[in-house]
T-cell receptor, first 111, second 114 residues
């Protein structure tokens, strides 16, 4: 079945550091890939998405590129802020049009 | 933003009692979903619906049932609540679009079974 594997957290960075959160997937067919963010006490918000190989999703300084050859969709940001502290979920949709999530990675950014 | 309202937002209930969570959407989206979120597991799909009266099971459907009698409402019922069903429950809807299957989430319902 479909699955998503994310690096375990928490990831702790200083402000303005470079961020990478790894995500790899297993899926049949040609999934769409997503990153969602969850701030404390809130629901999930769509951060970015990519629907086909080599697409790059971007939003609020975050980027991720759909790499079919390595089945990866790593999240990156060049300079993190304290306000980026949250839990980040990698996810995919395939044949059932339902999201399959990774277990989430908590990011803590220190001033 | 897709208009999604979950109710109740917080509930404490006793083991063995039935509980119903409601998800209401103001859009006219065909697909609706119920997920639960637990530490270390991310979000796991309980049930989903692809139209009125059309539903299917997800990966953790045991102990849960759903109903969708109207496009805008998707109900999740715990027939006899257990402590293992203490969780945060999220409703989501799927917005069809040219760039793929984007799914939007409600704010969650915190359920505690004591």
């Amino acid at each position: 079945g479909d699955s998503v594997t994310q690096m375990e957290g928490p990831v702790t960075l200083s402000e303005e550091a470079f961020l990478t959160i790894n995500c790899t997937y297993t899926a049949t067919g040609y999934p769409s890939l997503f990153w969602y963010v969850q701030y404390p006490g809130e629901g999930l918000q769509l951060l970015l998405k990519a629907t086909k190989a080599d697409d790059k999703g971007s939003n609020k300084g975050f980027e991720a590129t759909y790499r079919k050859e390595t089945t990866s969709f790593h999240l990156e940001k060049g300079s993190v802020q304290v306000s980026d502290s949250a839990v980040y979920f990698c996810a995919l949709t395939a044949s059932r049009r339902a999201l399959t999530f990774g277990s989430g990675t908590r990011l803590q950014v220190q001033p | 933003d897709a208009g999604i309202t979950q109710s109740p937002r917080h509930k404490v209930t006793e083991t063995g009692t039935p509980v119903t969570l409601r998800c209401h959407q103001t859009e006219n989206h065909r697909y609706m979903y119920w997920y639960r979120q637990d530490p270390g597991h991310g979000l796991r799909l309980i049930h989903y619906s692809y139209g009125v009266k059309d539903t299917d099971k997800g990966e953790v459907s045991d102990g849960y049932s759903v109903s969708r009698s109207k496009t805008e409402d998707f109900l999740l019922t715990l027939e006899s609540a257990t402590s293992s069903q203490t969780s945060v429950y999220f409703c989501a809807i799927s917005e069809d679009g040219p760039s793929g299957n984007t799914i939007y989430f409600g704010e969650g319902s915190w359920l505690t079974v004591v």
